[in-house]
């Protein structure tokens, strides 16, 4: 099912500390690597990241073809994001014609609750991603997790968008690769996460190529 | 890789077989480096982006017989790696930027005496900053210190470098430094795996005064010498070993000196542009001493030299000193010049940008993209839900007041930990954080200077064992009136949950001895001590107030644990829900408390995000109208 990739490809991962971006970027660079591609990722980890803005940068390519653990603006191909605002704090990254997945959560940060800074609503968020990309699949991740295990797997449901769009893996290395990263019931229900993500990119004809 | 304990052999990145392809981040490539090393010793004090490396150790290397423990600081660590190598262990000790100063004392004379074994020593830099308090370039450390130090450029380099690290520091009885940055030790790759060595433990130790024994003047002249010799051997004997740690790819007469994770960002530069000839790129491995002859030979012809370097211009300066004392003068361009920054980390696109200034090819269209974006609130990173220093700083400012002064005349000393968010807004809380253990002394260094006012220090548990008991030691003994808060959660919580001296078992399930915090403040004669549970918000401001007004040494343990670590070992058992109906939007638990699990919703009433709350309570405390419940799991 893995369709390779000739070139650099370059995901840009926008999430907020806690929701999993980091487990997802190290889960498809598992997954790359057992598929014999070369990875970079770069992430900023270890201050306590909690509810703080979280960019990863994952990078895929050929062997000896992915050197930079970041990239700059305009470079990202993909960027798959975990929640709204930070989407849009991330847009700069994406290059002309670069795709948007997102998960339709939005949380506020601190600053915007007590009032110090302004919230912009929903549809405004989403507005600045459909500017950008009027494809932009806008995808109901925390409910999906939710209902076939829990909603912190959201990023699991993303990972099976984003797979089944690019197909660049296969499913048995992502199956792996999240195997490998979280052992036990945690593992288990990632996957089934994973998998309703490929479901709802199928029923909802997000598909390309 | 958090949590895997029991992965197959043929995934464990410290037990896979030779020749095995993984992805590895930087820090666990350098911990299989380790042990394909024969590393016995691993030490260090946690520290971003340094502290995975004993993480991975601890995790994955159980029944590997090697020594994998946590130190109390940076200069004890040192001193333990020191102590093995002395007696032929092969030893590793880490630490991130800062760690380094802590440690600099005993490190400046390690470079005299040498050792028998084999030192290595992880110092791990951050350009961005991006979790340190300072951008510090160790590399001039090194040249301080006098100690060989080399430098990987991906997470490949960074585990074959561990070993070359070993050789040389076993050929020529010195420390050697292994110098990284956050891009490599952060950065996931994937790495092919060596073949795994034997341990090396002790072997013996001759008295040998002139060499171990520092108070001799005469001897340290010798050693001085004989330092200054080794140094000069190091170049020659990785040519001799054949270990290519310094490379020249390309060839042209524009010659680009560059290092670390930089000379990726220069090779994917040369590519956005198009330039396939005329550029020759000189990559160092050996930071120090530099590589003369690699250096000379390697810019033999040049018409300009660029050199691409993060933080200070050390290469830039090495390079035209070369090119001095070899009577050259051509144009170095790098940082003295401006064509990059001195601060801050760099990346592709400000590489391409500065060599198509330098080599004259415009920069391609596509990497001009700029996009507006509406305004957005900043996201910094707050305490998280469940934090007890969020219910400690509550009860402190309101022990300030209770005690009748105004918040803005009695500082909070802050200290390096988790608790240092509380600066952040609605708590406003800390006013400095400085060094390791300085909320102590800076605290009582300005009673000293007049300050006639209560002061108060806030240390974390950890940083209190790191660097506090000699500061609090201080204002106990010169009778300084002050108030000192050891916010007590058990564990070094910023760096990833490591162990702390109070801990009875470490994390490679060795049995260790506790040592109370408590037992540690009295023994210091303090005048005053409470342990509280900081939850208990009004009992820990009654005390606060109270210690406030009382003169002395006073001392609180706010004790509770991590909230993440308390969910991780326990689950959540209870959330708390506002009820709609009830809640008057008065925004009273969210301004109190700046809890990220809660948010306004769409009608203007206060809301919790359940899956993120971790039951802690304290909105309730904060709500005037009851509206917020707790709701047990069943």
Request: charged share 20%; aromatic share 6%.
């Amino acid at each position: 099912m893995s369709r390779g990739i000739k070139e650099v490809f370059n995901i840009l991962i926008a999430s907020v500390g806690g929701q999993g971006g980091l487990t997802l970027s190290r889960t498809i660079a598992i997954a790359a690597v057992s598929e014999g591609l070369s990875v970079r990722t770069g992430e900023t980890l270890g201050m306590s990241q909690r509810f703080g803005s979280v960019t990863s940068f994952v990078r895929m390519g050929p062997q000896n073809a992915v050197m930079s653990p970041t990239f700059s603006e305009g470079m990202a191909h993909v960027m798959v994001g975990l929640e709204l605002t930070e989407s849009v704090r991330n847009l700069r990254y994406l290059s002309e014609g670069g795709k948007i997945l997102v998960a339709d959560t939005v949380k506020p940060p601190i600053t915007a609750s007590i009032g110090t800074a302004r919230m912009p609503s929903k549809d405004e968020l989403v507005g600045a991603l459909t500017s950008v990309d009027p494809e932009a699949v806008i995808v109901p991740a925390r409910k999906i997790a939710y209902d076939v295990s829990n909603p912190r797997a959201a990023n699991m449901v993303m990972l099976g968008v984003f797979n089944r769009i690019f197909g660049i893996l296969s499913d048995d290395a992502v199956i792996n690769a999240i195997l490998t990263l979280l052992p036990g019931r945690r593992g288990e229900t990632s996957v089934a996460a994973y998998k309703a993500g490929i479901k709802w990119a199928e029923e909802n004809k997000v598909v390309q190529g | 890789m958090a949590g895997v304990r029991d992965l197959p052999e043929r995934i464990n990145p410290l037990k896979a077989p030779a020749g095995t392809r993984l992805a590895l981040m930087g820090n666990e490539a350098i911990a299989r480096g380790a042990v394909e090393s024969g590393i016995y010793v691993v030490t260090g004090y946690p520290g971003t982006p340094s502290s995975e490396v004993i993480m991975t150790l601890q995790r994955f290397g159980k029944d590997l017989d090697m020594y994998v423990e946590w130190a109390v600081n940076e200069k004890v660590a040192f001193e333990l790696a020191l102590g093995a190598s002395i007696g032929g262990a092969r030893s590793l000790a880490t630490m991130k930027a800062p760690g380094v100063n802590i440690a600099s004392d005993p490190i400046l004379s390690a470079a005299y005496c040498g050792v028998n074994g084999a030192l290595v020593m992880l110092v791990a830099d951050d350009p961005g900053p991006i979790t340190t308090q300072t951008e510090q370039d160790d590399r001039w450390f090194s040249k301080l210190a006098k100690l060989p130090t080399i430098t990987p450029s991906n997470p490949q380099e960074a585990k074959d470098y561990v070993k070359v690290a070993v050789m040389l520091s076993e050929r020529l009885q010195l420390p050697v430094i292994l110098r990284t940055t956050t891009r490599v030790n952060h950065t996931v790759g994937d790495v092919v795996l060596g073949a795994t060595e034997q341990p090396r433990k002790f072997k013996g130790f001759k008295r040998d005064p002139p060499r171990f024994v520092r108070a001799g003047m005469r001897w340290n002249l010798e050693r001085h010498k004989w330092l200054n010799k080794q140094l000069e051997k190091v170049e020659g004997i990785l040519n001799e070993l054949g270990i290519s740690i310094n490379e020249v790819h390309g060839d042209g007469d524009v010659c680009v000196v560059t290092e670390g994770v930089t000379y990726n960002y220069v090779t994917e530069a040369l590519n956005l542009l198009g330039v396939k000839e005329g550029v020759r790129v000189l990559k160092v491995g050996q930071l120090y001493p530099p590589p003369k002859e690699f250096l000379k030979k390697g810019l033999r012809g040049c018409g300009k030299v660029v050199v691409v370097e993060e933080l200070d211009p050390y290469l830039e300066e090495t390079v035209k000193t070369l090119l001095y004392d070899e009577g050259i003068s051509i144009d170095i361009h790098g940082k003295h010049d401006s064509l990059l920054p001195m601060e801050g980390e760099l990346n592709v696109l400000m590489v391409a940008k500065a060599l198509s200034r330098v080599i004259g090819v415009p920069l391609p269209r596509t990497l001009q993209v700029s996009r507006e974006t509406p305004a957005l609130p900043p996201r910094p990173p707050p305490l998280c839900p469940g934090c007890p220093h969020r219910a400690s700083y509550i009860a402190i400012l309101k022990g300030i007041s209770k005690a009748g002064f105004r918040r803005d005349e009695v500082p909070i000393f802050g200290d390096i930990g988790c608790y240092a968010l509380s600066v952040e807004p609605p708590l406003n809380a800390i006013w400095t954080e400085h060094s390791m253990g300085a909320s102590i002394s800076m605290a009582a260094g300005m009673k000293l200077g007049g300050n006639d006012k209560p002061v108060i220090a806030t240390i974390g548990d950890s940083t209190f064992f790191h660097s506090g008991i000699p500061a609090l030691l201080e204002a106990v003994h010169k009778r300084i009136n002050m108030l000192v808060i050891i916010l007590d959660n058990t564990v070094v919580a910023m760096t990833g949950h490591q162990s702390t001296p109070s801990w009875s078992v470490t994390e490679t399930g060795r049995k260790a001895k506790p040592v109370l915090l408590e037992d540690v403040v009295k023994a210091l004669g303090v005048d005053n001590l409470a342990v509280i549970d900081p939850f208990d918000v009004d009992d820990m401001a009654n005390v606060v107030a109270q210690y406030l007004r009382k003169p002395g040494v006073n001392v609180i343990i706010a004790r509770a644990p991590c909230a993440l670590m308390k969910v991780r070992a326990e689950g959540v058992k209870a959330v708390y829900r506002v009820d709609p109906e009830a809640c008057i939007g008065c925004m009273a638990c969210i301004r109190g408390t700046g809890c990220p699990a809660m948010y306004v919703d769409e009608n203007g009433k206060a809301a919790i995000i359940e899956e993120d709350c971790t039951g802690c309570g304290l909105c309730a405390y904060f709500c005037p109208r009851d509206a917020i419940k707790e709701v047990r799991h069943e």
